[in-house]
């Protein structure tokens, strides 16, 4: 289960950050959020070390917690996807595909006119797509 997702830019500031617990954990969640910028900021300015090629864009499990992975995604603007989940089990193929609908979606919502570059997103219609790519992760249905 996804239990929160975010979108930082280029400069480390967040744009959008969305939980999906029923607890009063968001603090919590902004914390792993920032704590996993520290990941992805090493796997890109040391790619050797961390396995995945400058053309990648998926940069996969960044950290496990004890309840929790993180997951982290680079677009080539330097805009960073962070995905918590609670599942242990979570399959690469889903990830991927979740980050792919999910770039497809922050792409549309940027890409209106009213939107200032930099600025927090606040597309009602971009959170419904979230929620929606968010509620289907992880089904076993191609889309």
Do not use: W
């Amino acid at each position: 289960m996804i239990v929160c997702v975010a979108v930082v830019g280029h400069q480390n500031n967040p744009l959008y950050i969305q939980s999906f617990t029923e607890a009063d954990d968001a603090l919590k969640l902004h914390h792993i959020v920032h704590c996993s910028l520290d990941v992805v900021d090493e796997r890109v300015n040391n790619p050797k070390k961390s396995g995945p090629t400058l053309n990648e864009t998926f940069l996969g499990l960044l950290y496990p917690t004890e309840n929790y992975k993180v997951y982290g995604y680079l677009t080539n603007t330097k805009v960073k996807f962070i995905l918590v989940t609670t599942d242990l089990d979570v399959r690469d193929a889903d990830v991927r595909n979740f980050f792919r609908r999910f770039h497809a979606a922050y792409v549309d919502a940027v890409s209106n006119p009213f939107h200032v570059p930099g600025k927090k997103i606040t597309s009602r219609t971009f959170a419904e797509r979230v929620s929606t790519i968010v509620k289907s992760f992880g089904l076993s249905s191609a889309t």
